[in-house]
């Protein structure tokens, strides 16, 4: 009943938003406190929800539900969570709740906060059920859940492109959402079951290689866009680049994971010989973002789209470990999901701040000297970013090594000269991570500070420290203890290669 909980209170806080303003909750501000308390309420069941995990047996589903949805046709409402499912079902939760702290002082332009608030609250609701369903109908139902609202945080509350970049956001992800959907019901109708459970346990069994490599194919690209993957990234930047910092800090904290989730969680074990076949082109594809993302980031002049790029070549490198095929590389593949949430997050906060108090976020614009005239956000922002371009030590460093690790070691069924060659490329990457952050840095954080000052531009809010710290906390934990999230990975992890 857990998971029911977790998700009834933010859709039943989204519902309480429809009653009369008059009548309940006059005021954006209280408005505004109402989603931090509903929010609040959730992390605290999610937390529950890991308190009652049994960590000794990682690889079993638990706390599940199992209840018939519609016998005719086989859908049950089946919901679970195992040690994949569930380090993203607590970063959802985390992530929402501070998005709301961030907005009681820092509220989006745009005003209609009751209906950002239920918006941000219905989200929720489908990341959530995304990573804890486990019948293939529910799974897409609670995948598309999440788009209305997202289209509707940037259309409504974004920058002076919004309208373009929601459309794009919408199309590229409907699409993505039919190609999925075939895909899917293909090895439901194939394997005479929806269960996600049992596809996983039977390893393709049932299924012949044609429908394996057929379903693996509309099903990746469906989650390639989601996540997104070279070349079908380009509704990325514009909708992080337009998005309000809250809706930017969603997207790359948790939608972008869906996609990446989806693949490991059924197309791998569902469909392994399609797996096999498919998985030096997505490989080819993941080294392309990975070059292709810190070459762009190069050449952007502003913050926000630069750190949009960035999440390119990140997710490339989630990609890459995912497309080895071997437990070390699906573990670097869910650590670099999470550690991608934890700092894109906090780098899309800052961003959101650095705007708030410059008015523009062009690198050309905002001048030199951060840390003489703002030396607490330009260290906050010094500190995400040395995370994101992967410093050992800090969340950001383990998920790209692994992946690395495991190209240079990818599947026995696998071309081992392709993947070094994939891993050569990767490093490259990693390398031109290190430089587009560092040439960020020295812009905005050190040389002689601009003629003019905003005023207040050194002073940093306490919901923004609130927002923040538990980030860079986390950024820290997972980074000097990696075994923490590792232990949690790798008993499923290797469930979904046969083993035990």
């Known amino acids: 009943m857990i998971f029911l909980l977790m998700m009834a209170i933010p859709l039943l806080g989204a519902l309480a938003l429809l009653l009369p303003a008059g009548r309940f909750l006059p005021g954006e501000t209280a408005v505004r406190r109402f989603g931090l308390g509903v929010s609040g309420a959730t992390l605290l069941v999610a937390v529950s929800a890991v308190t009652a995990f049994d960590f000794g047996d990682p690889a079993r589903m638990q706390l599940e539900i199992d209840r018939s949805w519609s016998p005719a046709i086989g859908l049950r409402f089946h919901l679970g969570m195992d040690g994949i499912s569930l380090p993203l079902v607590l ?295 040395v995370a994101s371009l992967g410093l050992p030590g800090l969340a950001g460093f383990w998920g790209e090594m692994l992946a690395l690790l495991g190209a240079y070691r990818p599947n026995g069924d696998l071309p081992r000269g392709v993947f070094l060659a994939f891993m050569v490329a990767g490093a490259l990457g990693a390398l031109l991570t290190a430089a587009y952050f560092l040439r960020m840095l020295a812009k905005i954080t050190h040389g002689p500070p601009p003629a003019s000052v905003p005023d207040g531009a050194g002073r940093v809010s306490a919901y923004e420290y609130a927002a923040w710290t538990p980030l860079i906390a986390l950024t820290l934990l997972v980074g000097l203890w990696p075994k923490t999230l590792l232990d949690v990975t790798t008993g499923p992890v290797r469930a979904l290669f046969g083993g035990g």
């Open 91 to 385: 970063l959802t939760a985390l992530l929402t709740f501070l998005c709301f702290v961030h907005t009681i002082k820092h509220p989006p332009a745009g005003g209609r906060t009751r209906l950002l608030t239920a918006l941000l609250l219905v989200l929720e609701v489908g990341l959530l059920g995304t990573f804890t369903a486990l019948d293939l109908v529910l799974f897409f139902v609670f995948f598309e859940v999440v788009l209305i609202p997202m289209y509707a945080i940037i259309a409504i509350w974004g920058g002076a492109n919004r309208r373009p970049a929601a459309t794009k956001f919408i199309l590229y992800t409907l699409l993505g959402s039919g190609l999925l959907l075939v895909g899917m019901l293909l090895v439901g109708v194939q394997a005479g079951t929806l269960d996600m459970t049992v596809l996983a346990d039977r390893h393709g069994e049932g299924l012949t290689r044609g429908v394996q490599i057929t379903a693996f194919l509309l099903m990746g690209l469906g989650f390639a866009i989601k996540a997104p993957m070279w070349p079908l990234h380009t509704w990325l930047p514009a909708a992080h680049t337009e998005a309000p910092t809250v809706g930017s800090v969603l997207l790359a904290g948790t939608l972008l994971k869906m996609g990446t989730y989806g693949i490991i969680r059924i197309a791998l074990p569902a469909t392994p010989e399609g797996a096999v076949f498919w998985a030096p082109w997505l490989g080819l594809f993941a080294v392309v973002g990975i070059v292709y993302g810190a070459l762009a980031c190069l050449a952007q002049t502003d913050l926000k789209r630069m750190i949009a790029y960035s999440s390119v070549g990140h997710m490339g490198f989630v990609l890459l470990g995912i497309a080895t095929l071997t437990p070390v590389g699906v573990n670097a593949a869910l650590f670099g999901n999470v550690a991608h949430g934890l700092i894109t997050g906090l780098l899309f906060f800052l961003a959101g701040s650095v705007k708030d108090r410059y008015g523009t976020g062009d690198l050309r614009e905002l001048g030199g000297g951060m840390l003489t005239t703002a030396p607490r956000l330009a260290g906050v922002l010094t500190f995400a970013s």
